[in-house]
């Protein structure tokens, strides 16, 4: 069982950065991948970002360039740099971590998920 915080959402103007983290509980955080998704009002949760086991990243086309996934092993946290941000970006982010070697952009990849923090990007 694995237990996810999300933190560091907030308030910021276009083009400004902000940093979210995910704290994991409970043993062998290095074995799952872990996820980034968001969800804005009236849509569909979206993929943002992973970071695999083997430390391989992927991102949705939307944010490259843009965001910035990692993961401290040791601190059995992931973040989620976020910088150039639009005001299309305000969504609840959501952490999720998966037990698949390669977890992929679909949320049943991942079975376990945090409270999700907003963020807000205003023009």
């Known amino acids: 069982q694995v237990q996810l915080v999300e933190s560091g959402g907030g308030l910021v103007q276009a083009g400004g950065s902000l940093r979210l983290s995910c704290a994991a509980s409970?043993?062998?955080?290095?074995?799952?991948?872990m996820g980034w998704f968001r969800q804005a009002p009236e849509k569909e949760r979206e993929f943002v970002a992973v970071?695999?086991?083997?430390?391989?990243?992927y991102y949705a086309d939307f944010v490259k360039g843009r965001f910035t996934v990692s993961r401290d092993n040791v601190r059995n946290t992931v973040y989620l740099q976020m910088n150039s941000l639009k005001p299309e970006d305000t969504a609840v982010y959501y952490c999720?971590?998966?037990?698949?070697?390669?977890?992929?952009?679909?949320?049943?990849?991942?079975?376990?998920w945090g409270q999700g923090t907003q963020v807000t990007v205003s023009s």
């Open positions: 999720a971590a998966s037990g698949m070697v390669v977890p992929g952009t679909s949320p049943h990849d991942y079975a376990y």
């Open positions: 409970g043993p062998t955080f290095s074995r799952y991948g």
């Open positions: 970071t695999r086991v083997s430390t391989s990243t």
